[in-house]
T-cell receptor, first 113, second 117 residues
């Protein structure tokens, strides 16, 4: 079955700097890659997702890149702010419509003001 | 529109006791998923319902776990008898049913933090 590895497990950056979180997956059939953000005490929320027919997607300060050949995808946050501090989870899922997500172990991002 | 709601938010029980977790998905969402996160580890899939039917229960740890979704609305996850290793945060998520259109956003509840002592 699918296996998702996520690095780093913790990340501290200065406010205004960029943060990058990387994930690899094992199942070449996986075609959907969402990123979830979980703030302390709150529910995981989708912040961005990408499908295999594109290599990059941006939404304001957040971008995700996908390399299907190498089976890895990354989350990029630019101009980090204290409110970006949270646990970020990458996930993957085969493109069959309703299949469950396979998650990485999460990255705890701390943005230091 | 109400989001996915889970009850209780926290539960502390003794080993050997029974606990029932409840999830109310977003109205109209036929897909309902249960996940669990043990501290420091990944959010791990347990079970997937499509309406009232169990689509995939390959992630259920053992037969001490029983999930139901009568009528295709809310779902319950019962752990009986609970063991220490069952401690963790149990998440429920829901999404609309999609055919071959590909996955869409799964909306998560806030989770139930279960502590077995």
């Amino acid at each position: 079955g699918e296996n998702v590895e996520q690095h780093p497990s913790t990340l501290s950056v200065q406010e205004g700097d960029s943060a990058v979180i990387k994930c690899t997956y094992s199942d070449s059939a996986s075609n959907y890659f969402p990123w979830y953000k979980q703030e302390l005490g709150k529910r995981p929320q989708l912040i961005i997702d990408i499908r295999s027919n594109v290599g990059e997607k941006k939404d304001q300060r957040i971008a995700v890149t996908l390399n299907k050949t190498a089976k890895h995808f990354s989350l990029h946050i630019t101009e980090t702010q204290p409110e970006d501090s949270a646990v970020y989870f990458c996930a993957s899922s085969p493109h069959s419509g309703n299949t469950p997500l396979v998650f990485g172990k999460g990255t705890r991002l701390s943005v230091i003001a | 529109e109400a989001g996915v709601t889970q009850f209780p938010s926290h539960s502390v029980i003794e080993k050997g006791q029974t606990v029932t977790l409840r999830c109310d998905p977003i109205s109209g969402h036929d897909n309902l998923y249960w996940y669990r996160r043990v501290m420091g580890k990944e959010i791990k899939f347990l079970l997937h319902f499509v309406k009232e039917s169990k689509q995939d229960e390959s992630g259920m740890p053992n037969n001490r776990f029983l999930a139901e979704r009568t009528g295709g609305t809310y779902s319950t996850l019962k752990v009986q008898p609970a063991e220490l290793e069952d401690s963790g945060v149990y998440f429920c998520a829901s999404s609309p049913l999609r055919g071959t259109m590909g996955n869409t956003e799964a909306f998560f509840g806030q989770g139930t933090r279960l502590t077995v002592v």
